[in-house]
């Protein structure tokens, strides 16, 4: 999604980026849509990642995701929903 948002809104540099990539785009497994494969955020030059990390943040926004704090200590109940 974050590679189409670039190229359909025409971002700066990154639409520039995405459209010299060599990769492929293959069904997901759960089938709801398309996965991106030679594509590894390990590799993205640091244009790049800052931009995947702002829009990561605006997709949050969007769908009303709560981010948490990765400084914060879990609570004792958090500990036991992750574990079980």
Partial sequence: ???KDCIRNDVDRLADYWKKQN???VP???GTGM???????KKFPK???SG???WLYHYGAENKIQWTDPSEKFSEYEI???DS
């Fill in 1 to 3: 999604m974050f590679r």
């Fill in 23 to 25: 990769f492929r785009l």
């Fill in 28 to 30: 997901a497994l759960d």
């Fill in 35 to 41: 996965v991106a494969l030679g594509a590894q955020t």
């Fill in 47 to 49: 244009y790049v990642a």
């Fill in 52 to 54: 995947f990390i702002e």
């Fill in 80 to 82: 036991e929903r992750y």
